[in-house]
């Protein structure tokens, strides 16, 4: 099965940085990589989303970029505020009508310094 | 905008006991997730349901966890009996299938502590 890898587990920056989150994937038929964002008790929340025919994904200050053939993907995260503060999963699935049925990475808690 | 609907918010129960959870997903949405957070890690899907049928159940320990979508609308889970190991975050999703564009949404979850 898939087994998505993420790093680091820890990420501190200071407001106005940038933050990077990196994850590889093992299963090659892959091709529907969402980020989330989830605060402490709550539910995680899709911030955005990439699919295979795409190399790159922006919404204002994230981005999440694909590299299919080294099979890993990245959140960027620009003029980082202490509101960005949370944890993020990558994830990854079959997309198709399975593209629902992830698998996540273990997770990034970042932390925002003001 | 719809969302996906889980009861209880909170559940504590102890050793042994039965538990259930309920979800009731985005109307229309056909295909329905069952995913488990246990607290510093990923959600790991326990169990996927196309209308009422269950499509993989192959994460889903089945020696005391039960599912069930028999409407093929809103979704049981239940677990007999609970152990402390079970103690997580419930999540329910839904999507359609109809819509290769669509977005996974999750409901707010059902927190379990067994004592």
């Known amino acids: 099965g898939e087994n998505v890898e993420q790093h680091p587990s820890t990420l501190s920056v200071q407001e106005g940085d940038s933050a990077v989150i990196k994850c590889t994937y093992s299963?090659?038929?892959?091709?529907?990589f969402p980020w989330y964002k989830q605060e402490l008790g709550k539910r995680p929340q899709l911030i955005i989303d990439?699919?295979?025919?795409?190399g790159e994904k922006k919404d204002q200050r994230i981005a999440v970029t694909l590299n299919k053939t080294a099979k890993h993907f990245s959140l960027h995260i620009t003029e980082t505020q202490p509101e960005d503060s949370a944890v993020y999963f990558c994830?990854?699935?079959?997309?198709?009508?399975?593209?629902?049925?992830?698998?996540f990475g273990q997770g990034t808690i970042l932390t925002v310094h003001p | 905008e719809a969302e996906v609907a889980q009861s209880p918010r909170y559940k504590i129960t102890e050793k042994s006991q039965a538990v259930a959870f309920w979800c009731d997903p985005i109307?229309?949405?056909?295909?329905l997730y069952w995913y488990r957070q246990i607290l510093g890690q990923g959600p790991e899907l326990l169990v996927q349901?196309?209308?009422?049928?269950?499509?993989?159940d192959s994460q889903l320990p089945k020696d005391r966890f039960s599912a069930e979508r028999l409407k093929g609308v809103d979704s049981t889970l239940k677990i007999q009996p609970a152990e402390l190991g079970d103690s997580a975050m419930y999540l329910c999703?839904?999507?359609?299938?109809?819509?290769?564009?669509?977005?996974?949404?999750f409901g707010s979850g059902t927190q379990l502590s067994v004592l």
């Open positions: 999703a839904s999507s359609s299938a109809e819509d290769l564009n669509e977005k996974l949404f």
């Open positions: 299963d090659s038929a892959s091709n529907y």
């Open positions: 990439i699919r295979s025919n795409v």
């Open positions: 994830a990854a699935s079959r997309g198709g009508t399975s593209y629902g049925k992830l698998t």
């Open positions: 109307s229309g949405h056909a295909t």
């Open positions: 349901f196309q209308d009422e049928s269950v499509v993989d």
